[in-house]
C-alpha cells in the first residue's frame, strides 16, 4: 500500500509541476509547448493504471474522456477566432482529462476567476511600468519581457495552470482521492 500511496503522490508532483512549467512557458514565450500537455495526458493514464488495480471503485474512464473531448470541442471555435491559442486549449483538454465530468465546472470557473485576476494585474503592472519609463530620468533602451509590454494580449496559460493546482487542492483529482494530502482551507 506504501508503494500505491508514493505513485499517488508522484502523480500529483508531477501534474502541478507540469502546470507550473506550462504557466511559466506561456508567460516567458507566449507558448505552451506540446510536452507538456501530453506529459500530462501520459501522467494521468499512468495513474489511471494505477488506481485501477489497487481501488475498488476504478475511476470512471469514459467520464474523463467525454469531459476532455467537451473541452477540446468548445475550445476549437475560440481558437479558430482567436480568442485562445492551440496551446491553451490543448492544455485545458489535458487538465479536462485530469477532472473529468465531475469537476469540469469547477476547473473552469476557477481558472475563469485567476484568468481575470491575472488579466488585472498584469494592466496594473503594465501602467505603473509605462509611467515608470516614462518618467525622464528613467535610463533608454531598457526592453521589458513581452508579458510586461502594453498592449501584447493576456497569458492565459497562467490562469489555466494556476486554477488547475487550484483544483487539485480544493477539491481533490478524482485519480488522486484515495491520497490524503493537505487542503487550502
Known amino acids: ?50 488506481t485501477y488495480w489497487k481501488t475498488p471503485y476504478p475511476v470512471d474512464l469514459l467520464s474523463h474522456l ?29 487538465v479536462g482529462l485530469w477532472a473529468g ?18 488579466a488585472l494585474l498584469l494592466i496594473g503592472i503594465r501602467r505603473g511600468l509605462f509611467l515608470v519609463m516614462a518618467h525622464p530620468r528613467f535610463p533608454n533602451g531598457i526592453t521589458l519581457p513581452r508579458v510586461l509590454t502594453t498592449g501584447e494580449d493576456v497569458p492565459y496559460g497562467i490562469g489555466i495552470a494556476a486554477g488547475s493546482i487550484l483544483l487539485a487542492f480544493m477539491d481533490k483529482l478524482p485519480l488522486l482521492s484515495f491520497l490524503v494530502y493537505p487542503s487550502l482551507i
Open 1 to 50: 500500500m506504501a508503494l500505491y500511496e508514493e505513485g499517488l503522490k508522484l502523480a500529483l508532483l508531477f501534474y502541478v509541476f507540469l502546470l507550473v512549467m506550462a504557466g511559466a512557458c506561456d508567460a516567458l514565450q507566449y507558448k505552451i509547448p506540446n510536452k507538456i500537455s501530453v506529459a500530462l495526458v501520459v501522467v494521468f493514464f499512468l495513474t489511471a493504471g494505477l
Open 101 to 118: 465530468f465531475g469537476l469540469l465546472l469547477n476547473v473552469l470557473i476557477y481558472v475563469a476567476i485567476l484568468n481575470g485576476v491575472v
Open 66 to 94: 467525454g469531459a476532455a473531448l467537451v473541452v477540446f470541442t468548445a475550445g476549437l471555435p475560440l481558437f479558430f477566432f482567436r480568442v485562445f491559442g492551440a496551446g491553451d486549449i490543448k492544455l485545458l483538454t489535458a
